[in-house]
Nanobody, 128 residues
Framework: QVQLVESGGGLVQAGGSLRVSCAAS????????MGWFHQAPGKEREFVAA????????NYADSVKGRFTISRDNAKNTVYLQMNSLKPEDTAVYYC?????????????????????WGQGTQVTVSS
């Protein structure tokens, strides 16, 4: 059982930057690919970014390409999401998720059902 705890959310002005973190415990971190999702009020949870277990592969939603960067530090059991050039529409609760490595599937999924464990989320608010 993997526990995920996000941190680093907050209030930032449009055009600003923020880095959110997700610390994992209770499992072998390097046996999981990781993802970030966000959920705005009244909307479905949406894929933001994913990273393979080694950090060698990443994937991003079109809406964040060129602005957000996902990274991980397996020695610290932590995955990060660096968010630059933030826009008001980026306002949401940001969740990290863990996807167990399996030979039969890709390192990432854009569906929430593709992940095995979730954190509780951290709020990011971008003011205009």
């Amino acid at each position: 059982q993997v526990q995920l705890v996000e941190s680093g959310g907050g209030l930032v002005q449009a055009g600003g930057s923020l880095r959110v973190s997700c610390a994992a415990s209770g499992g072998t971190f390097s046996t999981y690919h990781m993802g970030w999702f966000h959920q705005a009020p009244g909307k479905e949870r949406e894929f933001v970014a994913a990273i393979s277990w080694s950090g060698g592969n990443t994937n991003y939603a079109d809406s964040v390409k060129g602005r957000f960067t996902i990274s991980r530090d397996n020695a610290k059991n932590t995955v990060y999401l660096q968010m630059n050039s933030l826009k008001p529409e980026d306002t949401a609760v940001y969740y990290c998720a863990a996807r167990r490595i399996m030979n039969s599937r890709s390192y990432y999924s854009t569906a929430t059902s593709g992940y095995d464990y979730w954190g509780q989320g951290t709020q990011v608010t971008v003011s205009s």
